[in-house]
């Protein structure tokens, strides 16, 4: 009897699950907003295209630091420095690099004939690589380029990739941000010292904190004083979407289809009890020939 107690024990604990109220996304995230370029001037010239510095494999996908060269345009200060497609950029002058976007923020913060040094990887290589940057106009009118970021998982706020860090875009009042001090419109130019060079990469920063962690972050208003405050970040309830015992009960729910499920003493065949419920449709049933509902029935193509 007490063996057979444990073993029920141990499957209601292997049913049990949990899950936030809402979907998290995997990071990188990709939630953003587009929009089309004013004509701008300014910017350096680097002349390379990179990805994320990923595993390449779908069945064991994985993140490392840097971002991996995928193409060089000839006869460009790359090109001049040595660089090649396969070659990982792990840093912009001592700034780790963890996202395209970020390099190209870097680059993009530079003048010509500024000399930066990037920290290569090669096979099983590591060395430093000086290359002198090339002026370039900005982007073009017309071109579609990102506007923001948006961060629904540990700060409820847009983020846009600027000059000297990452302005907050649009949050919520009652938001972390804005809750700890930090307004709409501020730039955020640090996380814990470590100096922030995109929206992307300072996302995905924060999707490695834990949930509710407490955060030093730098800003700067938009009088261009700098700040430092304590954030808060945001920590998502979590609710049980399922349990179970087998054969004595299961409970399911499903937050997005808002479906919900309850069997009590489960024979497959036939069961005690099962109460069922779809939208405001609700259904209970005992064994098999009880039954009654109600709700808002519809008809649908």
């Given at each position: 009897m007490k063996l057979l107690s444990r073993l029920v024990l141990l499957a209601a604990c292997t049913a049990c699950r949990t899950a936030a109220p809402q979907p998290i996304p995997d990071a990188p995230p990709e939630s953003a907003d587009w929009v089309r370029a004013e004509p701008a001037e300014g910017g350096a010239y680097l002349g390379l295209e990179a990805r994320e510095n990923d595993s390449g494999r779908l069945d064991d996908l994985f993140f490392e630091a840097g971002v991996r060269v995928v193409r060089v345009d000839p006869h460009s200060p790359a090109d001049e420095a040595g660089l090649r497609a396969g070659d990982v950029v792990l840093s912009y002058d001592g700034q780790e690099l963890l996202e395209p976007e970020s390099l190209d923020a870097l680059v993009a913060r530079g003048t010509a004939r500024q000399q930066v040094t990037l920290e290569v990887q090669r096979d099983d290589t590591v060395f430093?690589?000086?290359?002198?940057?090339?002026?370039?106009?900005?982007?073009?009118?017309?071109?579609?380029?990102?506007?923001s970021r948006v961060d629904p998982v540990r700060s409820r706020a847009r983020w846009r990739t600027e000059a000297n860090g990452v302005r907050l875009f649009a949050s919520a009042d009652d938001a972390p941000f804005p809750s700890a001090g930090v307004p709409v419109g501020a730039v955020v130019t640090a996380l814990e010292g470590r100096p922030v060079a995109s929206a992307r990469e300072w996302i995905r920063l924060l999707l490695a904190e834990e949930p509710g962690a407490t955060v030093d972050v730098a800003w700067v208003d938009e009088g261009g004083s700098t700040h430092e405050t304590a954030v808060e970040l945001l920590d998502v309830p979590r609710r049980v979407t399922g349990f179970g015992i087998p054969i004595v009960t299961h409970y399911d729910r499903d937050f997005d289809a808002d479906t919900t499920s309850f069997v009590l003493l489960d024979l497959y065949v036939i069961s005690l009890f099962r109460y069922t419920r779809e939208g405001q449709e609700k259904e209970w049933r005992v064994l098999r020939w009880f039954r009654t509902s109600t709700g808002i029935g519809e008809l649908a193509e």
């Open positions: 430093e690589v000086p290359v002198v940057l090339r002026g370039k106009t900005g982007s073009v009118e017309g071109d579609v380029v990102v506007q």
